[in-house]
């Protein structure tokens, strides 16, 4: 069975429907690439084009692609070794003539695309992000940045590039796309059938061609009957849910599955972090965790604006990008259990993230996109006890804040013993270090302490990460290039004492 958005992707930037200007735009900008030798940015929201756009306009002037996803290259190195081949080289294969690069043959030019170039900056090494803003400074070869959230990229970046919009393609044009898809599958269709898949899927042509495909395909004809029993029939409970995410189907096929659920994207979110960890290895959970952490970004903007549009990424990236970081289908019975996280729970999760971010010199945002995962997916059920001892004394949690990070009930005697030993942990390091222990975690009086003693046990957590050197681990939100937490890049008040990621790498 093949995918309906690949066998019917636009051949060339003349078949792209609904951002007409902005083809154009990026026509132009091609076809004056000698003259100004500049990345372009081509950023707007999930499942309108984006991609398919770089890929027909490398087609329509014959160039070879080159394409890249930032989710699943993310360090300096890898972005230097591919990228850097295609756009400063002629060729991957690297012709000594040149021929392709500024100046040279247009026809045997490479177009350079970076998929998620937006995951880059923020979700990975800072290497990452360095190197592509030096990529695209010196590059030989044009390349197109895709985002999703273009101030999601570091400052340097986007000023060392063009950019162009891409908006939200309406239902109207939407209707046009399925019309010529239902022709070429032979279906016939009711006008009515289709404009409620377009209108349901307003502003993402991807999400209505995928919804197209799981109604109509196998059909000699679709009704708009057919449009409305296939929502009623598509209801499944939460755990088929999980276990079609977490389990079985592809990407594409949790998003479907997602949309079948009686649940909220916010609650569904919830749902699939904190089951995750009951299927998903190490590694797994490292990949479907920044795909969660993007579903966060998207659900504060629903919160910011109630604008609940952007429901629809909340769900790409917690249903389909939990999905896509699995490694195959997964067998067997598994117990899913009801979120710890409600929303019951929203007080406490603040307190802990406020506690981090003070600790750690960054925003409450940040905090929350590339911490708390972590120490949630090292802590998790408070395995293993020592170290959950260590953080819980580094950030002096108590007995709720501990269960909240680690998905364990507050009630437990495991958690009220770890919180105890924690404290009487604290309390010895403040001793040996009077002058200095925990400086910058404010105490529960508000009152700052030093930080010396508390390194030793960020160390222990250091120790947890994949890779135990400097390389491991999330980033260092707080030395981030572009990171608004601080005016120098070293983030919070610059003292090399203080408590920082950097002691977890």
């Not at 003539?97 to 937006?118: F, K, M, Y």
């Not at 999400?207 to 000699?220: F, K, P, S, T, W």
């Amino acid at each position: 069975m093949s995918d309906w958005t690949e066998t019917y992707r636009p051949q060339s930037l003349s078949e792209l429907r609904g951002n007409d200007k902005a083809a154009s735009k990026l026509a132009e900008w091609a076809d004056t690439w000698d003259d100004h030798r500049e990345a372009v940015i081509v950023h707007g929201s999930p499942g309108i084009g984006k991609t398919s756009a770089a890929h027909a306009l490398a087609a329509d002037r014959g160039w070879e692609t080159v394409e890249l996803n930032a989710s699943d290259k993310r360090t300096a190195d890898v972005i230097e070794r591919f990228a850097g081949r295609a756009a400063k080289n002629a060729t991957l294969a690297g012709s000594a003539s040149g021929g392709g690069a500024a100046g040279g043959d247009t026809e045997s030019r490479q177009l350079v695309i970076v998929d998620e170039a937006d995951n880059i900056h923020g979700n990975y090494d800072r290497g990452g992000a360095s190197a592509i803003t030096d990529l695209v400074k010196e590059s030989g070869q044009p390349i197109v940045l895709i985002a999703n959230d273009y101030y999601g990229m570091s400052r340097g970046l986007r000023n060392a590039c063009r950019d162009i919009e891409f908006r939200d393609v309406s239902a109207r044009s939407i209707v046009p796309v399925l019309r010529d898809i239902c022709r070429r599958e032979e279906v016939e269709y009711d006008g009515d059938a289709l404009e409620r898949i377009a209108e349901r899927n307003a502003g993402d042509l991807r999400g209505a061609v995928n919804d197209l495909q799981a109604i109509a395909e196998g059909r000699d004809r679709l009704a708009l009957e057919d449009v409305v029993t296939g929502d009623r029939d598509r209801t499944i409970g939460i755990f088929p849910f999980l276990d079609a995410v977490l389990k079985e189907e592809s990407a594409n096929e949790a998003l479907q599955s997602a949309y079948a659920v009686d649940e909220t994207p916010d609650d569904l979110t919830k749902w699939i972090e904190d089951n995750m960890l009951e299927a998903y290895d190490a590694s797994e959970a490292t990949r479907a965790y920044e795909f969660l952490a993007n579903a966060d970004v998207w659900l504060g903007r629903v919160r910011a604006t109630q604008d609940y549009s952007y429901w629809r990424y909340v769900t790409d990236n917690a249903a389909a990008g939990a999905a896509a970081a699995r490694d195959g289908t997964k067998g067997g019975w598994t117990r899913w259990g009801r979120p710890q996280f409600w929303p019951a729970t929203d007080s406490t999760a603040e307190a802990v993230l406020e506690r981090i971010a003070a600790a750690e010199g960054c925003s409450v945002a940040t905090a929350r996109r590339e911490i708390l995962p972590f120490l949630a997916a090292i802590t998790h059920h408070c395995s293993p006890r020592d170290l959950t001892v260590r953080m819980a004394a580094a950030y002096d949690l108590d007995e709720s804040e501990v269960a909240f990070v680690t998905g364990s009930g507050e009630s437990t005697n495991k958690v009220e013993s770890i919180v105890e030993d924690a404290r009487a942990r604290r309390e010895e390091l403040l001793e040996e270090h009077a002058a200095g222990a925990f400086a910058g975690v404010p105490d529960r009086d508000g009152d700052e302490e030093g930080a010396d003693a508390s390194t030793s046990d960020t160390e222990a957590v250091a120790e947890a990460s994949p890779s135990g050197d400097s390389g491991g681990g999330p980033a260092d939100p707080a030395v981030e290039s572009g990171d608004d937490d601080s005016s120098d890049g070293t983030g919070g008040n610059g003292d090399d004492d203080q408590l920082g990621l950097g002691d977890f790498a």
